[in-house]
């Protein structure tokens, strides 16, 4: 079965830094998709980034880039130059090639301060 | 594009009545899924559907739970004789098949369901 594990609970960082949130994911094949996700604090769950397990090179998209470490079943998502809004909720999620159902992490609540 | 839409935003029922709640998917998505949030579980995987059949339904609670898909434009899931474990937010989301972004998934706002 699929398992995700975010152990970090809480971060608060300031503003304009760049923050580290860490995932680690146990997988039974060797191909899979990882996912970030952001739920604000109106609740709206929001798709930020994806890494196929095929590809070596680390995703990125706008001011966030991944830290793919195969070997060690770890996706970090990193958050360069934060911004207040950067205040949420993310969660690390992952699925099957073949099989849609993701499964997430119990997330990190990241706190930006000005 | 209208992203997926849910409906009601808030239910409140009483212990033992029925709740439906309903979701419209993106146009073009091939795929429904459900999602039960809570503090103590976080984000539950229920059921999903793949061009209105039923894939997996795992982590549906044997009873009381059922979920259809009776055309591509929505899908519902209703409760019967609703407990007060049964409140919390459910969230249905939506995926196409195209390529680079097969398996993501794109969420709608949620439908907070209240037991009283």
């Known amino acids: 079965a699929q398992k995700v594990t975010q152990t970090q609970t809480s971060i608060s960082v300031m503003e304009k830094t760049t923050v580290t949130m860490d995932c680690v994911y146990e997988?039974?094949?060797?191909?899979?998709?990882l996912f970030w996700y952001k739920q604000t604090a109106s609740g709206e769950i929001v798709f930020l980034i994806r890494?196929?397990?095929?590809?070596?090179e680390n995703a990125t998209e706008g001011h966030y880039s991944l830290n793919f470490q195969k070997p060690k079943s770890s996706i970090g998502l990193i958050i360069t130059a934060t911004q207040i809004e950067d205040s949420a909720v993310y969660f690390c999620?992952?699925?099957?090639?073949?099989?849609?159902?993701?499964?997430f992490g119990a997330g990190t609540k990241l706190t930006i301060k000005p | 594009n209208a992203g997926v839409i849910q409906t009601p935003r808030h239910k409140v029922t009483g212990k033992g009545q029925e709740a439906t709640l309903w979701c419209e998917p993106i146009s073009g998505h091939s795929a429904v899924f459900w999602y039960r949030q809570t503090i103590v579980q976080g984000l539950e995987f229920l059921t999903y559907f793949r061009n209105q059949a039923p894939i997996d339904d795992s982590g549906m609670p044997k009873e009381r739970f059922s979920a259809q898909m009776p055309n591509q434009s929505h899908s519902t899931l209703k409760i019967q004789s609703t407990q007060p474990q049964d409140s919390a937010v459910y969230l249905c989301?939506?995926?196409?098949?195209?390529?680079?972004?097969?398996?993501?998934?794109?969420f709608g706002a949620g439908t907070r369901l209240s037991v009283l």
């Open positions: 999620a992952m699925s099957y090639y073949g099989n849609e159902k993701i499964t």
């Open positions: 890494q196929d397990s095929y590809k070596k």
């Open positions: 989301a939506s995926s196409s098949r195209d390529r680079g972004s097969q398996n993501t998934l794109y």
């Open positions: 997988t039974r094949d060797s191909s899979y998709f």
